[in-house]
């Protein structure tokens, strides 16, 4: 039986997100970010569409990389100003009933402890409906704004990353049993304290002495992403992750990318048809191909190649502005993020990028493809890599706010639904239940977290 398509919203808590100057686009409403409003009715829009989540991403540095400077980032607002991305989620969670939040926090730069509680607030508030992108940071300037002269080495921040997830997990899963929390009136207890423990871990890079401050929320761990594609990063998705968030330019390039994570995850003793893989997307679509062709040509004329190469030195660590505009990119091994490159200098051997290619593919959707035509041949595209690569769904970046996405609702997902490949409704349950199935609101037993569980034949605390 064909699989079912997944569908969430890239987006990110800022003006400019992955197609650097479409901001400028007279239909945009990028300069709504900040409004309450705005990500309101795109949450209320996303969940007509029967979209599974609104996945947000999030930095804590500029991209300063470009130049030796921000400037380009500032000029062309270049993922700043950018917001927090956790504090839209109430908000959009008291609108909707069902849609997902998937949010983006930086581990490197976020003590557990104070972290663990606040996912463990907003599982609560959303009533299980929220999700934590994993991530370790790829920006020199986040960890100065820190107190850091720059951020760990690539895989160092993975090993970071283990120990972390150590903390969290005895956090969320083993300081409350199920039954602590007694609501008992008559007897005036409301918490046995035989049944909360404290947590104490002495790992490589944490220290913690405390019991969790939340009572169990309803998935207790958040729904675990994870958007890393490099080796280390692959591991890390394999052993921890439920989603995974890849990018590639082709279906020949993210197939074996899918089927190496399925099976790092194999060897971790996962099922590895039990992690749910997206890959990044732009569509852009109109009622025929034609216009479909023309909405991309008028795109096209608020595109910024500048801001397009300032956010791809961000991502890969290399200064493309030293570069000639007819240079070949080659590959050069950074701390910044691996695969952005790696997308451009080695996913296609038959294939040699110049500095301006780089900047008008990336100016619109970023390092993914673009799929344009009508409805029924977006449709067949999103079939066809589902089929062809073994991924679950798409994480579909914008070109123009909220234009792409109700597009996608208004015109593809019809399509989709009278085809059978995209769900009528949506499953009851957290957003994990939602995901994989009824029942299933906390992780599976072969997950890491599980080990740190409170059993049942526990004896309470003397």
């Not at 470009?66 to 000029?75: E, P, Q, V, Y």
């Not at 169990?216 to 994870?226: D, E, G, K, M, N």
């Not at 950074?334 to 997308?343: C, I, K, M, P, V």
């Amino acid at each position: 039986m064909p699989k079912q398509i997944r569908l969430n919203a890239f987006e990110m808590n800022c003006v400019a997100h992955q197609s650097p100057g479409l901001w400028q686009h007279p239909r945009d409403r990028s300069k709504d970010y900040a409004r309450l409003d705005y990500w309101v009715e795109l949450a209320q829009t996303l969940e007509r569409g029967k979209f599974d989540g609104l996945f947000l991403a999030d930095v804590l540095g500029v991209y300063d990389v470009f130049g030796g400077t921000a400037d380009a980032a500032l000029k062309h607002a270049i993922q700043v100003p950018v917001n927090d991305p956790l504090l839209l989620v109430p908000a959009m969670a008291q609108a909707t009933r069902n849609l997902g939040f998937g949010v983006t926090v930086t581990l490197s730069y976020e003590p557990p402890f104070p972290f663990a509680r606040r996912m463990t607030t907003l599982d609560h508030l959303t009533q299980g409906r929220i999700g934590w992108n994993v991530v370790t940071g790829y920006l020199d300037s986040a960890a100065r704004s820190m107190g850091r002269d720059k951020q760990k080495a690539h895989d160092e921040r993975y090993a970071v990353a283990e120990d972390y997830m150590d903390v969290v997990y005895q956090l969320w899963e083993g300081s409350w049993a199920d039954d602590a929390v007694l609501r008992d009136r008559k007897g005036g207890v409301f918490t046995d304290p035989r049944r909360v423990r404290r947590i104490s871990h002495r790992g490589p890079h944490y220290r913690l002495d405390a019991m969790h401050l939340g009572e169990p929320s309803p998935q207790r761990t958040p729904v675990l992403y994870q958007a890393g594609s490099s080796p280390a990063g692959r591991a890390f998705a394999a052993r921890h992750a439920e989603c995974v968030f890849i990018s590639g330019p082709s279906k020949q390039v993210i197939a074996p990318r899918v089927a190496a994570i399925r099976k790092l995850a194999a060897e971790a003793g996962r099922d590895p048809q039990s992690l749910l893989i997206f890959a990044l997307m732009t569509v852009i679509t109109a009622p025929n191909h034609a216009d479909a062709q023309a909405k991309l040509a008028d795109y096209r004329r608020y595109a910024n190649p500048e801001g397009a190469l300032a956010l791809m030195s961000g991502w890969t660590g290399v200064d493309f502005s030293r570069l000639d505009p007819n240079q070949i990119v080659q590959h050069v091994e950074s701390e910044a993020g691996r695969t952005a490159l790696e997308n451009i200098t080695r996913a296609d051997p038959q294939r040699a990028w110049t500095v301006s290619e780089v900047a008008s593919h990336v100016a619109i959707g970023g390092i993914g493809p673009v799929i344009v035509g009508s409805p029924d041949h977006v449709a067949d595209e999103l079939e066809s890599w589902i089929d062809e690569t073994d991924i679950d769904g798409f994480n579909l970046a914008f070109a123009v706010r909220p234009e792409t996405f109700s597009d996608v609702v208004d015109l593809v997902v019809p399509v989709l639904q009278k085809r059978g490949r995209y769900k009528r409704d949506y499953a009851p349950g957290t957003l994990r239940e939602k995901l994989f199935r009824q029942g299933q609101a906390r992780l599976g037993p072969e997950h890491p977290a599980a080990r740190y569980r409170w059993r049942a034949q526990e004896k309470l605390q003397a």
